[in-house]
Nanobody, 123 residues
Framework: QVRLVESGGGLVQAGGSLRLSCAAS????????MGWYRQAPENQRELVAT???????NYVDSVKGRFTISGDNAKNTVHLQMNSLKPEDTAVYYC?????????????????WGKGTLVTVSP
């Protein structure tokens, strides 16, 4: 089974920057998109940003203009450059890979997840 391995989390002061990286341990047939989600204590996991294999990006409103996602399809890697960090960005950040597989004429969507990396932004 392919694993997603995140790196780059840590502690930073408000206004600072961090860069998260995620690499797959092997090829991912049917890969449609990779992205980042986050989960703060007592909150549900939320989408942060995604990038599809055709280059389209999507961001949650709260990070637009501050975060930039980039992906390398050939290497099955995805990065998240986080600038102007705020305390409310504090969370565990999870790498995600969305996989599409066809069985006959039926589309199956599956998600692969990393174990997460902690980002802590101090005031």
């Amino acid at each position: 089974q392919v694993r997603l391995v995140e790196s780059g989390g840590g502690l930073v002061q408000a206004g600072g920057s961090l860069r998260l990286s995620c690499a797959a341990s092997g090829s991912i047939p049917g890969l449609n998109a990779m992205g980042w989600y986050r989960q703060a204590p007592e909150n549900q996991r939320e989408l942060v940003a995604t990038v599809s294999t055709d280059g389209r990006t999507n961001y949650v409103d709260s990070v637009k203009g501050r975060f930039t996602i980039s992906g390398d399809n050939a290497k099955n890697t995805v990065h998240l450059q986080m600038n102007s960090l705020k305390p409310e960005d504090t969370a565990v950040y999870y790498c995600n890979a969305e996989v599409h597989q066809m069985t006959g004429d039926q589309l199956h969507v599956m998600d692969l997840w990393g174990k997460g990396t902690l980002v802590t932004v101090s005031p």
